[in-house]
Nanobody, 120 residues
């Protein structure tokens, strides 16, 4: 059974930083494209950034320059480091196992999410 468990969310002040984690199990983590998506209140799912099995990242416009993904294959863990957070970054953040080679992006599996709220 595939499991993705996110953690690290919480209340952050504008301009602050946060690191999210996602512990994966039930599949070969090192072979997977792992990505982060988010959903803000009343909005659709938004792709942010991901990291390929070879360690190369990609970034969508909303994440470029502020969000950095990383992975630790020995720990089956995906991370998202977020800097310069803004109130509009408030959302439920999910890690996903991305399906490669398709557009628009799709995922096979998604975790339950971790809430990030950016507010003073």
């Amino acid at each position: 059974e595939v499991q993705l468990v996110e953690s690290g969310g919480g209340l952050v002040q504008p301009g602050g930083s946060r690191r999210l984690s996602c512990v994966a199990s039930g599949f070969t983590f090192s072979d997977a494209i792992m990505s982060w998506v988010r959903q803000a209140p009343g909005k659709g799912l938004e792709w942010l950034t991901g990291i390929y099995s070879d360690g190369d990242p990609y970034f969508e416009d909303s994440a470029r320059g502020r969000f950095i993904p990383s992975r630790d294959n020995a720990k089956n863990t995906l991370y998202l480091h977020m800097d310069s957070l803004k109130p509009e970054d408030t959302a439920l953040y999910y890690c996903v196992v991305e399906r490669g080679g398709v557009w628009p992006r799709q995922y096979y599996y998604r975790g339950q999410g971790t809430q990030v709220t950016v507010s003073s």
